[in-house]
């Protein structure tokens, strides 16, 4: 393994004279954060010549390849930063083989960044309940992890569903009794959602709840079913969902915003399922299930599912944008006044090669069991894919609009727009063609821009 000062110290040192000498300097070497989690790799570097493009890429490729473009990574990855102040890749919805070792590289006229120089190691990981035994009648409890942690994070201990205790250490701070009741849960703070499932200290009978999924992400206007198993040591007295964001849990099903949306399935020690249909955006939320006993309550801080709904309304004033658009070409497709903007599924597109434009089917969050994207030209099916971006550039054409959908959702496809884009200052407008009419803003800074 290299020593990263050594390795910047040769490549600078070498008949380089002063501070401006190529290097990459990176922030972390190593770094280990959980499953589902969102993660920033950062490094800053700085080119003797005026540098032409950058990108990260994965070091077991046998070929850099920019992480924007695979299919790996689609909808998950983005660049942020800065020349000579420090450059981010950030990786959402964080999957165990996304564990590798991540590299920057850049390029001018006449230099690039060498592939083979050490970057970052990133490793991903899960959360689980060590039991061992302690005295008699005792049992020890430890959060493990595959690798350890970065940033020295706090420890949340739940107990049949409640908040227990919260430490820096990973080992529970008092030995426990080995009773055939009691479940304990560990999670980190800050990613409470992301907990380890709830273990026995004692037997196979304890209560309990495990959740299908931790996060979910769907089109707004669809059906989802949340749903987990449970066990009770005593016979199940009742039993609900509710949202974790009101101050006292509250049956969906007397919930009047869930009136005729809601529905329960399920059997105890199978799944139960919650189901809410002609989702809405303000339905995103943690969802929580707990049940009775005549004895007992499952504690309601003990954190679920969250369920986000891609897709927002809103409204512009389109007569005040009409001297920022530089070429309105595209004007005779959109209308004056008040226009709806509807976001589901949008459109995005961005520049590639000359008179060539990249569509990338985007939504707020990522979509849940990777979906099939379906798209669509001048109305018409043209292509499926597991991916988010279209396979290939399209050319710019301004009689041609573009839309997506997912596989199984026809029907909430996106706006269509035009392929053709238009900047003046800091505006950018994608008008909208046929019924669906939309706009898409995004405002420029230095670097890619922020989408609105």
Same mark, same amino acid.
């Given at each position: 393994?290299? @020593?990263?000062?050594?390795?910047?110290?040769?490549?600078?040192?070498?008949?380089?004279?002063? *501070?401006?000498?190529?290097?990459?300097?990176?922030?972390?070497?190593?770094?280990?954060?959980?499953?589902?989690?969102?993660?920033?790799?950062?490094?800053? #570097?700085?080119?003797?010549?005026?540098?032409?493009? %950058?990108?990260?890429?994965?070091?077991?490729?046998?070929?850099?390849? !920019?992480?924007?473009?695979?299919?790996?990574? +689609?909808?998950?990855?983005?660049?942020?930063?800065?020349?000579?102040?420090?450059?981010?890749?950030?990786?959402? !919805?964080?999957?165990?083989?996304?564990?590798?070792?991540?590299?920057?590289?850049?390029?001018?006229?006449? =230099?690039?960044?060498?592939?083979?120089?050490?970057?970052?190691?990133?490793?991903?990981?899960?959360?689980?309940?060590?039991?061992?035994?302690?005295?008699?009648?005792?049992?020890?409890?430890?959060?493990?992890?595959?690798?350890?942690?970065?940033?020295?994070?706090?420890?949340?201990?739940?107990?049949?569903?409640?908040?227990?205790?919260?430490?820096?250490?990973?080992?529970?701070?008092?030995?426990?009794?080995?009773? #055939?009741?009691?479940?304990?849960?560990?999670?980190?703070?800050?990613?409470? !959602?992301?907990? %380890?499932? +709830?273990?026995?200290?004692?037997? *196979?009978?304890?209560?309990?709840?495990?959740?299908?999924?931790?996060?979910?992400?769907?089109?707004?206007?669809?059906?989802?079913?949340?749903?987990?198993?449970?066990?009770?040591?005593?016979?199940?007295?009742?039993?609900?969902?509710?949202?974790?964001?009101?101050?006292?849990?509250?049956?969906?099903?007397?919930?009047?915003?869930?009136?005729?949306?809601?529905?329960?399935?399920?059997? #105890?020690?199978?799944?139960?399922?919650?189901?809410?249909?002609?989702?809405?955006?303000?339905?995103?939320?943690?969802?929580?299930?707990? =049940?009775?006993?005549?004895? =007992?309550?499952?504690?309601?801080?003990?954190?679920?599912?969250?369920?986000?709904?891609?897709?927002?309304?809103?409204?512009?004033?389109?007569?005040?944008?009409?001297?920022?658009?530089?070429?309105?070409?595209? *004007?005779?497709?959109?209308?004056?006044?008040?226009?709806?903007?509807?976001?589901?599924?949008?459109?995005?597109?961005?520049?590639?090669?000359?008179?060539? @434009?990249?569509?990338?089917?985007?939504?707020?969050?990522?979509?849940?069991?990777?979906?099939?994207?379906?798209?669509?030209?001048?109305?018409?099916?043209?292509?499926?894919?597991?991916?988010?971006?279209?396979?290939?550039?399209?050319?710019?054409? #301004?009689?041609?609009?573009?839309?997506?959908?997912?596989?199984?959702?026809?029907?909430?496809?996106?706006?269509?727009?035009?392929?053709?884009?238009?900047?003046?200052?800091?505006?950018?407008?994608?008008?909208?063609?046929?019924?669906?009419?939309?706009?898409? =803003?995004?405002?420029?800074?230095?670097?890619?821009?922020?989408?609105?």
């Amino acid at each position: 393994e290299y @020593n990263l000062v050594d390795l910047l110290l040769c490549h600078c040192v070498s008949g380089v004279q002063g *501070q401006s000498c190529n290097r990459v300097t990176y922030t972390k070497r190593r770094i280990c954060v959980l499953k589902e989690s969102t993660v920033d790799i950062s490094c800053i #570097y700085v080119g003797y010549y005026s540098t032409t493009s %950058s990108f990260w890429f994965r070091s077991d490729k046998s070929t850099p390849e !920019d992480l924007t473009t695979d299919p790996g990574y +689609a909808g998950r990855v983005e660049y942020t930063g800065t020349y000579r102040s420090p450059s981010y890749l950030r990786i959402t !919805d964080l999957r165990e083989e996304d564990s590798a070792e991540y590299r920057f590289t850049f390029k001018t006229d006449n =230099f690039e960044w060498g592939h083979s120089f050490p970057g970052t190691t990133l490793s991903v990981t899960g959360l689980q309940v060590k039991v061992t035994p302690a005295a008699e009648g005792q049992k020890t409890l430890t959060c493990i992890t595959t690798c350890t942690l970065t940033d020295n994070p706090t420890y949340i201990w739940y107990k049949n569903g409640q908040h227990l205790d919260e430490s820096t250490s990973p080992q529970y701070k008092d030995p426990v009794s080995d009773d #055939y009741e009691d479940s304990y849960s560990c999670a980190v703070k800050g990613h409470e !959602d992301l907990h %380890s499932p +709830a273990v026995c200290v004692q037997g *196979q009978s304890c209560n309990r709840v495990t959740y299908t999924k931790r996060r979910i992400c769907v089109l707004k206007e669809s059906t989802v079913d949340i749903s987990c198993t449970y066990v009770g040591y005593y016979s199940t007295t009742s039993s609900f969902w509710f949202r974790s964001d009101k101050s006292t849990p509250e049956d969906l099903t007397t919930n009047p915003g869930y009136a005729g949306r809601v529905e329960y399935t399920g059997t #105890y020690r199978g799944p139960f399922t919650l189901r809410i249909t002609d989702l809405r955006e303000e339905d995103s939320a943690g969802y929580r299930f707990t =049940f009775k006993a005549d004895n =007992f309550d499952w504690g309601h801080s003990f954190p679920g599912t969250t369920l986000s709904v891609t897709g927002n309304t809103t409204t512009v004033n389109h007569n005040e944008l009409q001297e920022k658009i530089y070429e309105p070409s595209c *004007q005779h497709r959109g209308v004056c006044g008040f226009m709806h903007i509807v976001s589901g599924l949008q459109v995005k597109v961005t520049p590639a090669a000359e008179g060539q @434009n990249t569509l990338t089917c985007s939504t707020t969050c990522t979509l849940t069991d990777n979906p099939t994207y379906i798209w669509y030209k001048n109305g018409q099916h043209l292509d499926e894919s597991t991916s988010p971006q279209y396979k290939d550039p399209v050319s710019s054409n #301004y009689e041609d609009s573009y839309s997506c959908a997912v596989k199984g959702h026809e029907d909430l496809h996106s706006p269509a727009v035009c392929e053709c884009l238009f900047i003046k200052g800091q505006i950018e407008i994608y008008w909208g063609t046929g019924q669906d009419w939309s706009s898409k =803003f995004k405002i420029f800074s230095h670097d890619p821009p922020l989408v609105l």
